[in-house]
C-alpha cells in the first residue's frame, strides 16, 4: 500500500527528504473513484519520476449549482489499493477545510480559452480547477505532472498555466483510455445503467465515423461536425451539449481540418453527463471495439 497522507504540512516535509536525495517527483492529480485511465497516468507516471504522488481530492470549486458533487463517486480505501497496485508511493487524500481552510475567495481565472465549450456549459468551472491545480502544484512541488486528454480543455488550460505562470513542471498529456466496447473511461460512467450505457456507446460511434470520413479524405469541419451529429442523433436518450471540431492550441472552430483537428463532443445520457474527443490522424486512437 502506498503511504497516504492528509495534511499539506506532512506532504512537504515527507517530499522534502526525496527532493534532497535528488529524486525526481511525478504527480497524478485525480478526484477518486479510480479507473483504469487514472492507473495509466500512474504507469506513464512511473516512466517519469522516481517517486510518485497521487492526490484524492474531489474539489467543491469545480461543480457548479445543481451538478453533481454530493454523488460524485468516492472509495477511498479502493483508491489506494488500486494506486499502490500500479505503483504511486504517496496518496495525498486532503479534506476541504485542509486545502480550503484559510478562505477560497482567491481564485486562478481561466481566462478566454475557457470562453467556449466546456467552459460555457459549466460556467466557473475552470476558475476551479485551474486554482485547485495551482494549489496542489504549490504543495506537492513537482517536476512532472501527468493529465489525460480525455478532458481536452482542461489539459489545455493547465499547459497554458504552467506555461504563463512560470512553473517549472514538465506536462505529460496521455492518450484517453477507453473501456472494451471505446466508451472513454470516466469515473461518471458508474451513474450509467446497462441501457445508459448502450446508449452513450453512440459518442465513440460518433467520432470514430468522423474519423473515418477523414481518413477517406473529408476535411470540411462543418461536414465532419454533421456526421457527429448525425450518428448521435441515430436513437434515443442522448442529447448533446456541443459539437466542436477545434484546432488544437487556441481550441477555436475551425473551417478545415488538417491532421491534428480535434473533435470534442459534451452530451448527456440521462442524468449523466460526458465528454469525449478525438484527435484526427492519430490512428492508434480506437473509439469504437474490435
Request: hydrophobic letters at 45%; a negative charge; one cysteine or more.
Amino acid at each position: 500500500m502506498p503511504i497516504r497522507i492528509d495534511s499539506i504540512a506532512e506532504l512537504r516535509s515527507h517530499l522534502a527528504g526525496h527532493r534532497l536525495g535528488g529524486r525526481r517527483i511525478a504527480f497524478v492529480p485525480t478526484m477518486g473513484a479510480l479507473h483504469e485511465g487514472h492507473l495509466t497516468l500512474l504507469d506513464v507516471a512511473r516512466r517519469h519520476g522516481d517517486v510518485v504522488v497521487m492526490s484524492v481530492f474531489v474539489n467543491p470549486l469545480q461543480f457548479g449549482a445543481g451538478e453533481d458533487l454530493d454523488r460524485y463517486p468516492r472509495n477511498i480505501e479502493r483508491d489506494l489499493e488500486l494506486a499502490g497496485s500500479r505503483g504511486a508511493d504517496v496518496v495525498f487524500t486532503p479534506t476541504v477545510p485542509e486545502m480550503y481552510g484559510k478562505g477560497d475567495e482567491v481564485r486562478v481565472v481561466a481566462g478566454d480559452l475557457a470562453s467556449r465549450w466546456e467552459g460555457a456549459a459549466r460556467p466557473g468551472h475552470f476558475d476551479g480547477v485551474l486554482t485547485v491545480v495551482t494549489k496542489l502544484f504549490n504543495i506537492v512541488q513537482p517536476d512532472v505532472a501527468c493529465f489525460g486528454r480525455k478532458d481536452l480543455q482542461q489539459a489545455t488550460l493547465i499547459a497554458r498555466m504552467i506555461e504563463q505562470l512560470d512553473f517549472p513542471i514538465e506536462l505529460v498529456v496521455v492518450p484517453t483510455v477507453r473501456d472494451h466496447d471505446g466508451l472513454a473511461l470516466s469515473s461518471r460512467n458508474a451513474f450509467l445503467s446497462d441501457e445508459e450505457r448502450q446508449v452513450a456507446l453512440r459518442i465513440p460511434s460518433a467520432l470514430a465515423a468522423a474519423a473515418q470520413d477523414w481518413l477517406d479524405g473529408e476535411r470540411d469541419a462543418a461536414r465532419l461536425g454533421q456526421r457527429v451529429a448525425a450518428v448521435l442523433a441515430a436513437g434515443e436518450g442522448l442529447s448533446p451539449d456541443y459539437i466542436a471540431v477545434i484546432d488544437p492550441v487556441r481550441l477555436e472552430p475551425v473551417q478545415t481540418a488538417p491532421v491534428g483537428t480535434v473533435i470534442a463532443v459534451a452530451a448527456r445520457v440521462g442524468s449523466t453527463r460526458l465528454i469525449d474527443n478525438i484527435v484526427l490522424g492519430e490512428q492508434d486512437e480506437r473509439c469504437s471495439a474490435g
